[in-house]
């Protein structure tokens, strides 16, 4: 298994659309959470840390279950400007738990 | 808004030749590390660096690979013969300890090698 997994995508979409990202990671000893977002030929920029809870910015909530090793990201109301590659991180366990590994990513496409 | 630079933003080079890639990390951030993307790949881990010596690395940065910090300010990526296949994106990235893990990237060297 992987490390990190994602839906390879590309998902084209509406503008106004509500779209789902999943991701699943194989160490259960993990403990940081993450989705980041990569525009094209750019650098990884945080959109959002994911919380046991489940946390919400704006249009964007994520969830998080550890029991089944799954995260989420789901984007309401689809914008233009969210077109670009959205990357699952998950930290890896100790000793290296201060670095992040990624998923492969998931490209958005919003279209008119 | 403090950010990570890093130069030159895209350097050719030539198989054999050595390639030193420059960051400058966030001025309070401690934890340095380089990643790098191959063209249509996942982002993936070299090396982490923390208290001016290499914390972590992977099985990618073998013995062809170094890191350093000269000063108070640069940290840096050498890659003493290139191969074709190091042609890749290297991102530099920084942490602030007192964080829950955000990592700071910077704009990314672009290594093409002939």
């Known amino acids: 298994r992987k490390e990190v997994e994602q839906d390879p995508g590309p998902f084209n979409v509406p503008e106004g659309a509500t779209v789902a990202f999943n991701c699943t990671y194989s160490?259960?000893?993990?403990?940081?959470f993450f989705w980041y977002r990569q525009d094209c030929r750019k650098e990884p920029k945080l959109l959002m840390s994911v919380y046991s809870s489940g946390n919400e910015d704006g249009r964007f909530t994520a969830q998080l279950n550890r029991a089944s090793q799954y995260i989420s990201l789901l984007i309401r109301d689809s914008k233009l400007s969210d077109s670009a590659t959205y990357l699952c991180?998950?930290?890896?366990?100790?000793?290296?738990?201060?670095?992040?590994?990624f998923g492969k990513g998931t490209m958005l496409l919003v279209s008119p | 808004e403090p950010e990570v630079t890093q130069t030159p933003s895209h350097q050719v080079t030539q198989m054999g030749q050595e390639v030193i890639l420059r960051c400058v990390p966030i001025?309070?951030?401690?934890?340095f590390y380089w990643y790098r993307q191959i063209l249509g790949q996942k982002v993936e881990f070299l090396v982490s660096?923390?208290?001016?010596?290499?914390?972590?690395k992977s099985e990618i940065f073998d013995d062809q690979f170094s890191v350093e910090r000269p000063d108070g300010s640069n940290f840096t990526l050498k890659i003493r013969s290139t191969k074709l296949e190091d042609s890749a994106m290297y991102f530099c990235a920084s942490r602030d300890p007192g964080s829950t893990g955000e990592l700071f990237f910077g704009e990314g060297s672009r290594l093409t090698v002939l």
């Open positions: 660096f923390y208290n001016n010596e290499i914390s972590e």
């Open positions: 160490n259960s000893a993990s403990q940081s």
């Open positions: 001025s309070n951030h401690l934890y």
């Open positions: 991180v998950v930290n890896r366990p100790p000793p290296g738990y201060s670095t992040l590994t």
